[in-house]
């Protein structure tokens, strides 16, 4: 407690007593040169909605950009990418534990309902922000409100099942020119005897720019369950993380008008859940290849492909006195995108897109209780595959009209279900999607923006068949995912509308209202705490509700933010009275977020957070779910340089997480562990 208030007090006194501001980071450049760099990289993005190099004022949706410099500052207190965004409004991040994904919500209608791509490829929403490396991103964009018309759904068929980009979408941009060479190594230590170790190189030789690096974290990490929870934890859930990664992108043709890049990164993950035989081995393979070339001043040609690989592999065991193993259990994952996109600029500014895209997907379960062999539970492949068309209009000065429909066909192909043949082997289904916006830049301070569009995804595998069978309800021990075959399709509609200002260059304010409806919606339901079961079903939900926000830069040095979002959800299911009229599960009703960034001339970084959750619940029976309220959730990063030369500099850090100990419990039987720090040195050379 005394560590505590020390850094709270510290932070309050340097950030009420340091009389100047002035920014002194990596670059060792002036600060109004640096400042002025961060405002053009701003201006420039590759823009998420519409795939071009172009200032984010010319795309009709809402889009965020989380910069290099806000994600080196970062406090990822459950080692999850998820986090980076977790300031943002519009969205509620839940990550359960450090070992466990996010099931936070999106626009207020659940967990699955943005989509998450890697270099505008599509990786696994609830899987890859736990096994990505922060050291390969360059930057990230978010865009808030429908993208079913330029980016397609995610495949997978684990964890919620196929994901839609109904509320939105982020985007992983990595790494591709490096302006110096540099080499870093970075070691530090902390709670639960947290041990993590970093290397990173990054080069140019002539066009070709590539990075490498290799990140380790062990810890002996802490019991995350509540009192009495199925985890049943009785030694410290121990665990190991090494990630392994490369990247380089070439620079050809003249004026470096085409761009090869190939990006790979293979983690792999082992521990146990806090007992002996609850141990578990993951690994995930994650490669990405992409070409764009810009034919001439009007047509631009993109092209990527991708690999992601998911091996997991866990144990069930028969908890007591002594512990004895019950079976091994394993989840493997093969999911292969790749899409392909035309943009021809044309008139004043307009451009018209063209593309396909495709994915196939391969599933299997399978088990083994201790009888020498595997026995497979569901095996099965998907192939979806779609072609859109989206015209960016500006007919007037200040006016963009935006456009598109999409094709989308999805098929599985089903060999096994619960160890059996299923009774249906082929499903297919299409749609035609489509999506419209507006934008109307009144003065250049002010602008208007108004955007709609649809989506669809089929149930996934794991929401049908399950992991568990029904007769294993409520059954001791009996962990997982209830079946229900019975599970229909969902169609969505997404409408949002805002105004944006920018009351200086440094001073911005904005306002979004949403509204999100999705027919057939698939929900997973928490229909057990102990044993922790799940089941998803069918309802029709809404959600509606309005972000605003406003962020400011103070000279060169310090800039502040804050924001609130206000959700109202709503499930209609009127053949079940106990499930009608009920809140959408994991979807809070207010979330809201502020943050401060402050630089002293001395080279000394203070950057604190503050994020409050009003509370949501775990299902959607009015009888049996329970409310979660998180509360208030403190976080800061600090660091100071401790020495500089020409071709070297020494700065040592901390990144306290959770500074005011909130141990708020989650669905599962989960809980925050509270307060923890992760204190280290990092040495560059250049």
């Keep these: 407690m005394k560590i505590k208030i020390i850094i709270i007090i510290g932070i309050l006194c340097m950030l009420r007593t340091t009389p100047d501001f002035a920014q002194d980071t990596i670059n060792q450049k002036p600060v109004d040169e640096l400042f002025k760099m961060e405002l053009e990289s ?145 070691t530090s230590f902390g709670s639960y005897n947290t041990l993590n170790g970093q290397i990173l190189h990054q080069n140019r030789i002539g066009r070709f720019n590539y990075f490498a690096g290799v990140t380790y974290e062990m810890s002996d990490y802490t019991n995350y369950g509540t009192e009495g929870s199925w985890l049943n934890m009785h030694k410290d859930p121990a665990y190991k993380k090494t990630k392994i990664y490369g990247g380089i992108t070439l620079f050809a043709g003249k004026d470096e008008t085409q761009k090869v890049t190939l990006f790979f990164q293979k983690t792999f993950h082992t521990g146990d859940a806090g007992r002996v035989y609850r141990g578990y081995d993951n690994d995930y393979g994650t490669l990405n290849a992409g070409y764009d070339v810009t034919l001439n001043r009007k047509l631009h040609l993109q092209s990527h492909i991708g690999l992601r690989s998911y091996d997991r592999t866990w144990q069930e065991s028969v908890y007591g006195v002594i512990d004895t193993l019950k079976s091994d259990n394993g989840v493997t994952q093969l999911i292969v995108p790749a899409d392909l996109s035309l943009t021809w600029m044309h008139g004043k500014q307009s451009a018209l897109s063209v593309g396909a895209d495709y994915q196939g997907a391969d599933y299997t379960t399978w088990t083994d209780p201790l009888v020498g062999y595997r026995i ?140 999100t409806l999705v027919n057939d919606a698939i929900v997973d339901n928490v229909v057990s705490q102990n044993p922790s079961q799940s089941q998803s079903i069918n309802t029709r939900s809404a959600s509606m509700g309005g972000e605003v926000e406003i962020s400011h830069k103070i000279g060169s040095s310090l800039s502040w933010f804050a924001n609130a979002t206000y959700m109202m959800t709503d499930i209609k299911n009127d053949s079940n009275p106990d499930q009608n009229n009920v809140e959408i599960p994991f979807a809070p009703s207010v979330v809201v977020n502020c943050g401060l960034d402050y630089h002293a001339p001395f080279g000394l970084s203070i950057v604190p957070t503050l994020g409050y959750n009003g509370g949501f619940y775990d299902g959607t029976s009015k009888s049996s779910r329970t409310k979660y309220i998180p509360g208030i959730l403190i976080n800061a990063y600090l660091a100071q340089r401790i020495a500089r030369g020409e071709s070297y500099e020494l700065e040592c850090f901390a990144q306290c997480y959770n500074l005011t100990n909130n141990r708020y419990t989650m669905p599962w039987q989960f809980i925050n562990t509270g307060f923890s720090f992760m204190a280290g040195l990092k040495l560059t050379f250049r």
């Design 376 to 515: 497979y539970g569901t095996r099965a492949t998907s192939s979806q595959v779609g072609v859109y068309a989206q015209e960016e209009w500006r007919p007037v000065k200040g006016l963009l009209l935006r456009g598109g429909l999409r094709y989308a066909w999805v098929q599985n192909l089903i060999a096994l279900v619960n160890c059996q043949s299923p009774e249906q082997s082929k499903r297919t289904w299409n749609r035609l999607l489509w999506s419209a916006g507006i934008r109307y830049t009144i003065s250049k301070m002010f602008a208007v923006y108004a955007n709609a569009g649809s989506s669809f995804a089929p149930p996934g595998l794991k929401s049908t068949s399950g992991t568990i069978s029904m007769s294993d309800f409520k059954v001791p021990g009996r962990n997982g995912q209830l079946p229900n075959p019975g599970l229909k399709p969902e169609s969505g509609l997404g409408i949002d509308a805002g105004l944006e200002g920018s009351f200086t260059s440094t001073l911005k304010a904005g306002l979004r209202l949403f509204y």
């Design 42 to 186: 701003f201006m420039n993005v590759v823009i998420t909605p519409s795939k071009l190099p172009q200032s984010g004022s010319n795309v009709t949706q809402k889009v965020d950009l989380v910069t290099s410099r806000a994600i080196e500052t970062s406090v990822l207190g459950n080692r999850n990418l998820c986090e980076l965004i977790a300031v943002l409004p519009g969205s509620s991040v839940t990550v359960l534990s450090r070992n466990d994904a996010n099931w936070g919500t999106y626009g207020g209608i659940g967990p699955k309902y943005s989509t998450y791509m890697l270099q505008g490829l599509p990786v696994d929403a609830f899987i890859d922000p736990m096994s990505l490396d922060l050291n390969i991103i360059d930057r990230v964009e978010v865009q808030r409100g429908p993208a079913s018309v330029i980016y397609p759904n995610y495949l997978s068929q684990d964890f919620a099942g196929i994901q839609s980009p109904l509320t939105g979408t982020v985007n992983l941009i990595l790494k591709d020119r490096i302006e110096k060479p540099q080499t870093s190594f970075s």
